[in-house]
């Protein structure tokens, strides 16, 4: 009974410690990946404005500079001059993608970007927005250009499949260590050997009483043909029944 009760307490107390496990790795994992997609965006937000800012303080740029910073950030950019779409090649593979998310792209600026809005000086008014477009995290600029109510707008897409991917390879990481701990709890705390009741004592005494003769501790008898043999501490005696 005691042995039930130990082995049923001892899968409980594994039990256990593999949930307070379980619940320690998720709050882990929220946490790592909270701080990387917070790490995405940081730095999209960083190659986003680096743009912005040579856009504004050059008179133009090259296809060959729009590439690059396609390349290096990762991100899918667009350009309108007073409206009109400005196209460059871009980096390989990315026209396909371009072509496809373009047109939802200007649907979703226009309500946030407005060109009509003028400062006392004529100018175009300064905007920015943030916004997600399907698996896309936008970033967009309307930037003044003179004081005649031209600007340029730039807008930087860029795919937070990564992101997602990255969740999905640490929810498979982390589960790994959760199984691994687990298997190791249970392993540890399963006995490597059962002991068994010792049943030498037994026997005797069940032999001893069927002879009738009571022994002690340690002494046990034996009969053959009406004779008892004795043997106690090493030595055996013979005697007759009386």
Known sequence: ?????????????????????????????????????????????????????????????????????????????FLWDNGAALHFAGTTGSADARNAVEPLLEEGLSPLLDTSLHDSSGAVQRQSAVFTLNEYRCHAALLPRGT??????????????????????????YGAIWFTGTLLLAIISTPTSRRSTPTFGRASLALARATGTATSPGTTTSTTSGTHLLCSSGTCDDFMNG
Request: with cysteine; net charge negative.
């Open 148 to 173: 005649a109510g031209s600007y340029l707008l730039v807008a930087a897409l860029q795919d937070m499949g990564f992101v997602h991917r990255h969740a999905v390879q640490t929810v498979v990481q």
């Open 1 to 77: 009974m005691l042995t039930a009760l130990r082995r049923r307490l001892t899968l409980l107390m594994t039990a256990l410690t593999s949930l307070v496990l379980a619940g320690a790795l998720v709050v882990t994992w929220n946490y790592a990946a909270a701080q990387y997609r917070t790490a995405a965006e940081t730095l999209l937000t960083q190659n986003f404005s680096a743009i912005v800012d040579r856009l504004d303080s050059a008179d133009s740029v090259s296809d060959a500079w729009l590439a690059d910073q396609e390349h290096n950030s990762g991100c899918l950019l």
